[in-house]
C-alpha cells in the first residue's frame, strides 16, 4: 500500500456499517454457508431423497428441539460476535484518538523546545522529535516529526567560511547550530539504517526533503532509501565530509537536481544504485572532491543530464556499471578531473564522444570506452 493511500485511510477514521445492515449480512453469509455445507454433504452421502413419516417419534421430535435450540445457540453467538467486533473497533479508535491527543502535546512541547535559544535546549528538542516520530501512532504522523527535522535543516545557514573575522560569539553561535544540525543528520542516518539489530524504528520509505540545505558535514553512511521521495535538490555542499558510504539506492526517487558541491568532499563509497531514480541533473561540480569508487550501479536510473564539471575531482575508481541506465546527456566538461578509468560495465549513454572527437577537458574514459577508429 502505497504512502498516499495510507495517508488517506488514517484522515478518515473510523467508520462502521449500521449495525441492522451488519447483522442482515452475516444471517444471510451463514445461511449461504451452512446451504453450502449441507447440500456438499448430501451429494458426498450420495441421498437420492428423503424418506417421508405421518407421525414424528419421540427420537426425532426430540432432535428437533436440539436443532431448533442451536439455531437460535448460533445465532446468538454470531450477534455476539458481531457486536464484540464492533465494540473492539471503538475501543481500538479510541485509543488511537487518545494516542494521537498525546501525541500532539508531546509534538509541542518539542517543537517548542526546538525553537529556544539555548542550543542544548534545541539538542533536547531534536532528540525528543525522533523519539516521538518512532512512536507515532501512525505513519502521518511520524512523517509531520520528520517533515519538522529537515524544516529545521532548511533554515538559513551561515557557513563557517561566511563568519565575521576574529567574532568569538558568532562561531560559537555557528558551532552550536552545526551541531544541532550535524545529529539531525545522524538521527536520520540511525533510522534509515536500520539493520539486524533494529535499534531504532525504521523511517525507510518516508520523504526526506533537504531542498536547498547546506552541508558542511554530515553521515548519511549505509542509510537504506527503499522508498519515498529524498530531495537534495539545490543543496549545497561547501565544506567538511559528507558521506554515503554503503548507501543502498534501491527504490525510492533521490534527486540531487541542480545541487552544487563546491567544497569539502562528498563520498558515495561502495554505494548500492539497485532500483529507483537517482538523478543529478543540472547538478554543478564546482571544487569539491566527490567520490564515486566501488560504486555499484546495478539496477537504478542514474541521471546526470545537463551536469556541469568545472572543478574538483570526480572519482570512479572502480564503480561497476552493470545493468544501470547512467545518462550523460548535454553534461559538460570546463574543468577539474572527472576520473572513470578505472571503472568497468558498459560505458554511460551520451558520455562518450562520437569517433573523431576528443574527450572533454578532464574527462578520462577507460580504452575499453573509447570508439575505435575506422
Given at each position: 500500500?502505497?504512502?498516499?493511500l495510507i495517508r488517506r485511510?488514517e484522515?478518515?477514521?473510523l467508520?462502521?456499517w449500521?449495525?441492522?445492515?451488519v447483522?442482515?449480512l452475516?444471517f444471510a453469509?451463514?445461511?449461504?454457508?451452512?446451504a453450502?455445507?449441507?447440500f456438499?454433504?448430501?451429494d458426498?452421502?450420495g441421498?437420492?431423497?428423503l424418506r417421508t413419516?405421518?407421525?414424528?417419534?419421540?427420537?426425532?421430535?426430540?432432535d428437533?428441539v436440539?436443532?431448533?435450540?442451536?439455531?437460535?445457540?448460533?445465532?446468538?453467538?454470531?450477534?455476539?460476535?458481531v457486536?464484540?467486533?464492533?465494540?473492539?473497533?471503538v475501543?481500538e479508535?479510541?485509543?488511537?484518538?487518545e494516542?494521537?491527543r498525546?501525541?500532539?502535546e508531546r509534538?509541542t512541547a518539542?517543537?517548542?523546545?526546538?525553537g529556544?535559544?539555548?542550543?542544548?535546549?534545541r539538542?533536547?528538542?531534536?532528540?525528543?522529535l525522533?523519539?516521538l516520530a518512532?512512536?507515532?501512532?501512525t505513519?502521518?504522523?511520524?512523517q509531520?516529526c520528520i517533515?519538522v527535522l529537515?524544516a529545521?535543516l532548511?533554515l538559513?545557514?551561515?557557513?563557517?567560511a561566511?563568519?565575521?573575522?576574529?567574532?568569538?560569539d558568532a562561531?560559537?553561535?555557528y558551532?552550536?547550530l552545526?551541531?544541532v544540525r550535524?545529529?539531525?543528520?545522524?538521527?536520520?542516518r540511525?533510522r534509515?539504517?536500520?539493520?539486524?539489530?533494529?535499534?531504532?524504528?525504521s523511517?525507510?520509505?518516508h520523504d526526506?526533503?533537504?531542498t536547498g540545505?547546506?552541508?558542511?558535514?554530515?553521515?548519511?553512511s549505509d542509510a537504506?532509501?527503499?522508498?519515498g521521495?529524498?530531495s537534495?535538490?539545490?543543496?549545497?555542499?561547501s565544506?567538511?565530509?559528507?558521506?554515503?558510504t554503503g548507501?543502498?539506492?534501491s527504490g525510492?526517487?533521490v534527486?540531487?537536481n541542480?545541487?552544487?558541491f563546491?567544497?569539502?568532499?562528498?563520498?558515495?563509497?561502495d554505494?548500492?544504485f539497485?532500483g529507483g531514480?537517482?538523478?543529478?541533473?543540472?547538478?554543478?561540480?564546482?571544487g569539491?572532491?566527490v567520490?564515486?569508487?566501488?560504486?555499484?550501479?546495478s539496477?537504478?536510473?542514474?541521471y546526470f543530464n545537463?551536469?556541469q564539471?568545472?572543478?574538483g575531482?570526480?572519482n570512479?575508481?572502480?564503480a561497476q556499471?552493470?545493468g544501470?541506465?547512467v545518462h550523460?546527456?548535454?553534461a559538460q566538461?570546463?574543468?577539474?578531473?572527472?576520473?572513470?578509468?578505472?571503472?568497468t560495465?558498459?560505458?554511460?549513454?551520451?558520455l562518450?564522444?562520437?569517433p573523431g572527437?576528443?574527450l572533454?577537458?578532464?574527462?578520462m574514459l577507460?580504452?575499453?570506452?573509447?570508439?575505435?577508429?575506422?
Amino acid at each position: 500500500m502505497t504512502p498516499k493511500l495510507i495517508r488517506r485511510r488514517e484522515r478518515r477514521g473510523l467508520r462502521l456499517w449500521n449495525v441492522g445492515l451488519v447483522l442482515a449480512l452475516a444471517f444471510a453469509a451463514a445461511l449461504v454457508v451452512a446451504a453450502a455445507v449441507f447440500f456438499a454433504g448430501w451429494d458426498l452421502l450420495g441421498a437420492r431423497g428423503l424418506r417421508t413419516q405421518r407421525r414424528l417419534d419421540s427420537k426425532t421430535l426430540f432432535d428437533l428441539v436440539k436443532l431448533s435450540f442451536g439455531v437460535v445457540a448460533g445465532a446468538g453467538a454470531l450477534v455476539a460476535l458481531v457486536v464484540a467486533y464492533r465494540r473492539q473497533r471503538v475501543d481500538e479508535e479510541g485509543a488511537l484518538r487518545e494516542a494521537t491527543r498525546l501525541h500532539t502535546e508531546r509534538f509541542t512541547a518539542a517543537v517548542t523546545q526546538l525553537g529556544s535559544e539555548s542550543a542544548a535546549v534545541r539538542l533536547g528538542g531534536v532528540h525528543a522529535l525522533a523519539g516521538l516520530a518512532d512512536d507515532a501512532p501512525t505513519a502521518l504522523l511520524r512523517q509531520t516529526c520528520i517533515d519538522v527535522l529537515c524544516a529545521y535543516l532548511r533554515l538559513p545557514y551561515t557557513a563557517k567560511a561566511d563568519l565575521p573575522p576574529d567574532d568569538t560569539d558568532a562561531m560559537h553561535a555557528y558551532l552550536a547550530l552545526r551541531e544541532v544540525r550535524h545529529t539531525i543528520i545522524r538521527l536520520i542516518r540511525d533510522r534509515t539504517a536500520v539493520g539486524p539489530q533494529k535499534t531504532h524504528i525504521s523511517w525507510q520509505g518516508h520523504d526526506f526533503d533537504f531542498t536547498g540545505v547546506v552541508f558542511d558535514g554530515g553521515d548519511f553512511s549505509d542509510a537504506q532509501f527503499t522508498g519515498g521521495t529524498v530531495s537534495f535538490d539545490e543543496a549545497e555542499f561547501s565544506a567538511g565530509m559528507v558521506k554515503f558510504t554503503g548507501a543502498h539506492f534501491s527504490g525510492a526517487r533521490v534527486s540531487f537536481n541542480g545541487a552544487r558541491f563546491s567544497d569539502g568532499y562528498v563520498s558515495f563509497y561502495d554505494a548500492h544504485f539497485s532500483g529507483g531514480t537517482v538523478s543529478f541533473t543540472r547538478a554543478v561540480f564546482a571544487g569539491a572532491g566527490v567520490l564515486f569508487a566501488q560504486a555499484q550501479l546495478s539496477g537504478a536510473t542514474v541521471y546526470f543530464n545537463d551536469a556541469q564539471f568545472s572543478g574538483g575531482r570526480i572519482n570512479f575508481l572502480g564503480a561497476q556499471f552493470s545493468g544501470a541506465e547512467v545518462h550523460f546527456a548535454h553534461a559538460q566538461f570546463s574543468g577539474g578531473r572527472v576520473d572513470l578509468t578505472m571503472a568497468t560495465g558498459s560505458a554511460p549513454i551520451g558520455l562518450v564522444p562520437p569517433p573523431g572527437e576528443p574527450l572533454p577537458p578532464g574527462l578520462m574514459l577507460p580504452d575499453a570506452w573509447l570508439p575505435t577508429a575506422s
